[in-house]
């Protein structure tokens, strides 16, 4: 795989992991899934994906 393709496949991870979380845990209440999305799950990824995204 080029890297185009796996910038594609870490974006739909990525998406896949936020929907899931919303539909399985936070489906009735709106301002918590925000807040969860942006500040938990988004910057956690990041957070997690980072050390591993550098060239060697």
Do not use: C
């Amino acid at each position: 795989m080029g890297e185009p393709d796996m910038v594609t496949l870490k974006v739909l991870v990525m998406v896949a992991a936020i929907v899931g979380v919303d539909l399985l845990l936070l489906r009735q209440h709106g301002r918590r899934r925000l807040m969860v999305d942006v500040v938990g799950l988004v910057l956690t990824f990041r957070a997690f994906h980072l050390p591993f995204a550098r060239p060697s």
